[in-house]
């Protein structure tokens, strides 16, 4: 059966893989382009495995202090422990400031309220070592939950901020196309308004020729009439 310690062994164990797996993204980042959404995701995504990270050692510290109350581990042996904790958050804390990350002030409102120390030695204290690694499970399934629904919460805003970015651009396009639908109807309106001027002229000067005919017309019907009537 798996003890308690050696559980919590395999919980370091696995924090350490994902720290390197979070070092490496960074590592990689730098070969994607700037200013382009495949590296935005890229570090959003490691912004997210750190929270995940900085979860986990806090529950391996909260775990590690019920192990010296209950298990017999050496002085030697928990130093060694709590080195390899104080080294692991170092790494995260600088990989954190690389990504510029905040120290989670507001870790609350995002994991739910911290569990304390007190807390974790009451829900012990009569345990036998099935009973600490069931605890120890219990308390990594409850933190794996809350940053679950952490994830959940942010694939979410982040569909809906997809679904308006893909509205706003549906929109810039449609204005688009209704100013070029604008500028067409303006220049053939002009075109229209050219050629009505150009027969509106036309007419005018069409207009005094035939008046100036029919004046002539009458003028040489009178002459005609008075050469018969005289002659």
């Known amino acids: 059966m798996t003890s308690p310690s050696d559980s919590w062994m395999r919980g370091i164990n696995e924090a350490s893989k994902l720290a390197e797996d979070i070092k490496d993204m960074i590592a990689g980042s730098s ?7 495949e590296k935005q995701r890229h570090l959003s995504t490691a912004r997210r495995k750190i929270t995940i990270l900085r979860t986990k050692l806090e529950t391996l510290e909260l775990l590690l202090s ?6 017999p581990i050496t002085g030697k042996e928990m130093n060694r ?3 390899m904790l104080k080294n692991l958050s170092s790494k995260v804390n600088q990989m954190a400031t690389t990504l510029n990350m905040s120290s989670f002030n507001n870790r609350d409102s995002l994991l739910g309220p911290n569990i304390k120390q007190d807390d974790i030695m009451n829900r012990t204290n009569g345990l036998d ?4 690694v069931g605890f120890q499970r219990q308390i990594i399934k409850e933190q794996d939950e809350g940053l679950e629904k952490l994830e959940e919460t942010v694939t979410s805003t982040k569909h809906i901020a ?6 706003l651009n549906l929109h ?3 204005l688009d196309n209704l100013d070029q639908h604008v500028d067409s109807t303006d220049s053939h309106l002009q075109r229209v308004q050219k050629k009505l001027a150009m027969l509106n002229r036309r007419t005018k000067g069409g207009c005094s020729n035939l008046i100036l005919l029919v004046i002539a017309a009458v003028i040489l019907i009178i002459v005609v009439w008075a050469l018969i009537k005289y002659l």
């Open 129 to 132: 070592n099935h009973g600490l």
């Open 162 to 167: 997809l679904a308006v970015n893909e509205e």
């Open 31 to 37: 070969s994607l382009p700037p200013s382009g959404p």
């Open 66 to 71: 019920t192990l010296s109350n209950t298990q």
């Open 172 to 174: 810039t396009r449609l």
């Open 81 to 83: 422990r709590q080195d």
